[in-house]
């Protein structure tokens, strides 16, 4: 019995496009228990590593309870509430269009109808390139290595895997798909479009498409292997620079930067976090390596936001009163929840600065009755990934030479963006401080962005326009910059400039 049977068994569906054959690696499993329980890795199974397997692969030698598992690409979330509204520019062409934000953890695509503009249909899904590490660096690196094009192949299987569900959901032929916008940071658009990610990962940190007269990108559906017409067009927005990618140009695009007069701001945050600041005239950008500790990974009981995840929390009579999604019982906290637990513990005195609990505790109980906690070395690895958000909003504002009152208006985009507390997030240096009244939660401004430029030509030739304008900022080359991580690495606001 492989493990791929036993996932039958539980009626749970794994990916597959070879009949089981070992040959699509569509069906990768993370093996979290009784891996010696298995058969030695097949010969197709040399690109995984760890405790990945193909569960098509995978012969169970011992008991089926001797192991768990769990799938790396898990059943779709179809997302109904947040489809955009309102009016799009749209040239009114015929047949269906994907728009697509590729995420290092979550894509999010939708199926757009091209005359109309309506989003006919949302989904995300995680990113199953897991196996090749959890941030850009080490897809990177696992690209570099002998199982180049493993990466690119298991994405573009997931996304086949999405087209067929959506054309059997909606009775659509894949041959009405004509065209499809895919926004993603450096890494992940080059791995999509099988493109050599290695010049990204070192010095000066450039796509190859930077050396070409544009960045933007664009292949028949044939040559990437998508299911739709033959011919339809993938495309990709531009770069704006190095890590900066074509998400951020998107989301650049959704704001609609390039008519503000005054100064605006935009925070992607995310495993990587981006920060532009600018108007029409003159725009700079950073992106801030702040890690996965925000968005569910390096904290015990972190997750993503989803169901069973504490979303916010606040001191009540002694104890940490919590908001669970989904209603249910808490199975771990997301980023906006843990905003807002080191925000109370700061304002109810129960860690320095510095992140030190009270009564030298160790630990933190959140939610006492599920055995969910934080502890001090959570609180240490939040610090980090803060600092990181710290550095890239305090550097461009300076470099820009603006401080957070002179902000018009802060563009707060990205996964958890909108569950955010924004006054918890000022409070311990995660935001600006620019006034409350003026911060506008956009969501994932990158996916209404891939949308709109696959509707809009006037809007691709506009990325265009708005990427050769913006002024790229290196964090790292700054000479106070190790000086300005340790200072955000600090549970407090972060100063005013005024
Ligand atoms: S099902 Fe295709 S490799 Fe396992």
């Given at each position: 019995m492989t493990l791929f049977d036993c996932a039958d068994q539980l009626a749970l569906r794994v990916p597959t496009s070879c009949g089981r054959a070992g040959h699509c690696h569509e069906c990768v499993v993370e093996v979290t228990r009784g891996l010696e329980s298995l058969s030695p890795k097949s010969g197709d199974e040399a690109f995984l590593r760890g405790n990945y397997r193909l569960a098509c692969q995978a012969f169970l030698l011992?008991?089926?309870?001797d192991v768990a598992f769990s799938l790396l690409r898990r059943s779709p979330k179809i997302l109904t509430g947040s489809v955009s509204s309102g009016p799009v520019e749209c040239d009114g062409r015929a047949g269906y269009g994907i728009a697509m934000d590729l995420g290092t953890t979550t894509v999010v695509l939708e199926l757009v109808d091209l005359r109309t503009g309506a989003t006919v249909y949302q989904s995300s899904f995680d990113n199953p390139q897991r196996f090749g590490g959890s941030d850009v660096m080490h897809r990177i690196s696992y690209d570099g290595g002998p199982f180049r094009g493993e990466l690119q192949k298991a994405i573009i299987g997931a996304v086949n895997g999405e087209i067929r569900e959506l054309c059997r959901d909606l009775g659509i032929?894949?041959?009405?798909?004509v065209e499809a916008m895919v926004a993603g940071n450096s890494t992940m658009r080059d791995l999509f479009f099988g493109l050599d990610v290695q010049p990204i990962g070192?010095?000066?940190?450039?796509?190859?498409?930077?050396?070409?007269?544009?960045t933007a990108l664009e292949e028949p559906a044939h040559r990437l292997g998508i299911l739709a017409d033959p011919q339809a067009r993938i495309m990709s927005p531009p770069l704006v620079a190095s890590h900066v990618g074509a998400d951020t140009s998107a989301a650049l695009i959704a704001i609609g930067i390039e008519s503000r007069r005054e100064i605006v701001m935009l925070v992607d945050v995310g495993t990587n976090t981006e920060v532009v600041v600018g108007n029409s005239e003159r725009m700079m950008a950073a992106s801030c390596p702040a890690g996965p500790a925000f968005e569910g990974g390096l904290v015990r009981y972190g997750m993503p936001?989803?169901?069973?995840?504490?979303e916010s929390a606040e001191f009540a009579g002694g104890s940490l009163e919590y908001r669970v999604i989904g209603g249910g019982e808490p199975r771990g906290i997301c980023g906006s929840g843990l905003i807002d637990i080191l925000a109370e513990l700061r304002r109810h005195e129960q860690m320095t600065p510095k992140g030190v609990f009270s009564a030298k505790r160790r630990e933190i109980a959140v939610a006492p009755a599920f055995g969910i906690t934080l502890s001090r070395e959570d609180a240490s690895n939040l610090a980090q990934a803060k600092a990181a958000n710290f550095c890239g909003q305090a550097i461009v504002m300076r470099k820009f030479g603006v401080t957070p009152k002179g902000i018009s208006k802060l563009y707060l985009a990205g996964g958890f963006a909108n569950y955010v507390n924004v006054r918890n997030a000022i409070g311990i240096g995660f935001l600006a401080p620019v006034p409350e009244e003026r911060i506008a939660k956009i969501g994932n401004a990158s996916l209404q962005g891939a949308k709109e430029l696959l509707l809009s030509e006037r809007k691709r030739k506009l990325a265009e326009t708005i990427v050769r304008r913006i002024e790229h900022v290196e964090l790292e080359t700054q000479p106070d910059f190790f000086d300005l991580f340790v200072e955000g690495c600090q549970f407090k606001p972060m100063p005013s400039g005024d």
């Open positions: 011992g008991e089926p309870s032929a894949r041959r009405e798909i070192q010095r000066p940190y450039k796509s190859i498409t930077e050396a070409r007269e544009t936001g989803g169901d069973g995840a504490i």
